[in-house]
């Protein structure tokens, strides 16, 4: 009976162990999403181009494949990105979670040191 209880136990544990895996995984991409849109930012205020923002996020984030809006509205700039976490199991792979930041900043006036 102990024999049973075991081999009914471990592949529920392996299910647990994977799925905390995979929500570390979507917490450390919330953080570099947030990471690489608050350096975008930085870039978009201090006046370079929407080319230069999302350079920026690459180098932030490199490796990622993500969605990067960059929208300057009344003296702002607000850069979103988005990065869509996979399951990492080959039949999964279809399914996964969004993780999304936007951060906002001041344009920057030119000439101010």
Request: net charge neutral.
């Given at each position: 009976m102990v024999t049973l209880e075991t081999a009914l136990a471990i592949p529920v544990l392996l299910v647990v162990a994977l799925s905390l895996l995979w929500l570390s995984a979507v917490g450390v991409a919330q953080l570099r999403v947030g990471d690489a849109a608050r350096a975008a930012a930085r870039v978009a205020a201090?006046?370079?181009g929407t080319v230069e923002a999302r350079s920026g996020v690459r180098q932030a984030y490199p490796g990622a494949d993500s969605e990067i809006d960059v929208d300057r509205l009344a003296g702002t700039v607000s850069v979103t990105v988005?990065?869509?976490?996979?399951?990492?199991?080959p039949?999964?792979?279809?399914?996964?979670?969004?993780v999304s930041s936007r951060a906002v900043a001041d344009l920057e006036e030119a000439g101010v040191a």
């Open positions: 201090r006046g370079d988005r990065h869509h976490v996979v399951i990492p199991l039949w999964f792979d279809h399914w996964g979670v969004t």
